[in-house]
């Protein structure tokens, strides 16, 4: 069974940063396209980012681009996502979700990902 376990949310002033990480049990970590998510109250769940299983190509949504960086460390089964320059918008629950398979384009289509881990909330202050 694949688990994925989240960790690295808090509360920062704008501008600060933040480090996420999502670890993958059970399964080798290279076969897996992951990909980064977050909702905030009363919105839909919209992708941040995501990297490919093939390459670790990455990819990222207008609103983060140039502020998030998506990384994996495939030795620790782990994949991380550095916030910086974090601005009061970015205030969410942060999920991070897996797909396995030879995954060259990855997506920020929700419904394209299989597993899911708990969510990290993510608060930035103003």
């Known amino acids: 069974q694949v688990q994925l376990v989240e960790s690295g949310g808090g509360m920062v002033q704008a501008g600060g940063s933040l480090r996420l990480s999502c670890t993958i049990s059970?399964?080798?970590?290279?076969?897996?396209?992951m990909g980064w998510f977050r909702q905030a109250p009363g919105k839909e769940r919209e992708g941040v980012s995501c990297?490919?299983?093939?390459?670790?190509?990455?990819y990222y949504a207008d609103s983060v681009k140039g502020r998030f960086t998506l990384s994996r460390d495939t030795a620790k089964n782990t994949a991380y996502l550095q916030l910086d320059s974090l601005k009061p918008e970015d205030t969410a629950e942060y999920y991070c979700?897996?797909?396995?398979?030879?995954?060259?384009?990855?997506?920020?289509?929700?419904?394209?990902?299989?597993?899911w881990g708990q969510g990290t909330q993510v608060t930035v202050s103003s």
């Open positions: 979700a897996a797909v396995w398979g030879v995954i060259r384009s990855c997506t920020l289509l929700t419904d394209k990902y299989d597993f």
């Open positions: 059970g399964h080798p970590f290279s076969r897996y396209a």
């Open positions: 990297i490919s299983s093939s390459d670790g190509n990455t």
